[in-house]
């Protein structure tokens, strides 16, 4: 019997990726459903931790070709453009090459069982016509996963992006959002790290409780347009 720990949307969020891998020191593997950079003030320890897991499979995050492609730091008065210039400008040599290399999707087998990863800005079918979900969640219409399980002949699909944690299954393809590691939900406790496990066939959503003072500080320290994020009211209990 394995353990295989299922991440997505880190954010640059460090004390959260280590809560959740201290979580489940009997991890036998790691998959990563992208955006490991961006909004976080902690690219390169993020970067830096998944490449020594050796994660068994990954796939890149809409946030991190966003900050691979951002322009110079001072050309936009936009600033989440400078926040995404800076991440940039920040990442190591190593990293920037390590979110380089990484596929829109990808597969991979623990326990013998095939599993289709995108971090889940899954594309329109050609020749698409009226609305398309760009973030997909549970109440999406039966019709949106279909075409998406069409595509792929592995019978689950692992996917992030919405930062809503789900499973569902529609023509017997199973839909699998471990929920975000980083980066809540408005609304949701933002000291909450989400992720799943998948372990003898079942899939688990789980999340953990972190302390957000470090992400709050650096945050400030760095002048980030996202410091509030981690330094709103924790509920007294989760209500989602």
């Given amino acids: 019997m394995s353990r295989t720990l299922i991440i997505s949307d880190v954010h640059a969020n460090a004390p959260a990726l280590e809560a959740v891998l201290a ?3 009997d991890r036998d593997s790691v998959v ?3 955006d490991a950079v ?3 003030p902690h690219p390169n320890a993020v970067c830096n931790r998944l490449r020594d897991l050796d ?3 990954s796939v890149v995050g809409n946030h991190d070709r966003t900050v691979l492609d951002a322009s110079e730091s001072g050309d936009s008065d936009d600033p989440f453009a400078r926040w995404q210039a800076w991440t940039r400008d920040r990442l190591s040599d190593e990293n920037r090459a390590f979110l380089e290399s990484l596929d829109r999707t990808a597969t991979v ?3 013998s069982r095939s599993l289709r990863l995108h971090h889940g800005d899954f594309p ?3 020749n698409h016509e009226g609305e398309w979900p760009t973030r997909v969640t549970p109440d999406d219409d039966a019709p949106m996963f279909e075409v998406v399980a069409a595509r792929y002949d592995e019978d689950v699909i692992l996917h992030g992006h919405s930062h809503y ?3 569902t299954t529609v023509a017997g ?3 699998v959002n471990p929920g975000s590691v980083g980066l809540q939900r408005e609304d949701w406790p933002a000291n909450h790290a989400r992720y799943a496990t998948l372990e003898d066939g079942a899939f688990d959503l789980r999340a953990v409780p972190y302390d957000t003072s470090a992400v709050t500080t650096d945050s400030r320290r760095l002048n980030s347009p996202f410091v509030e994020i981690w330094n709103r009211p924790v509920p007294s209990a989760e209500s989602d």
């Fill in 23 to 25: 979580a489940e020191p």
């Fill in 32 to 34: 990563f459903l992208g």
């Fill in 38 to 40: 961006d909004n976080g």
């Fill in 55 to 57: 994660v068994a499979a």
């Fill in 109 to 111: 087998a623990p326990a």
């Fill in 124 to 126: 329109p079918p050609e």
């Fill in 165 to 167: 944690p789900f499973e």
């Fill in 173 to 175: 393809t199973t839909f």
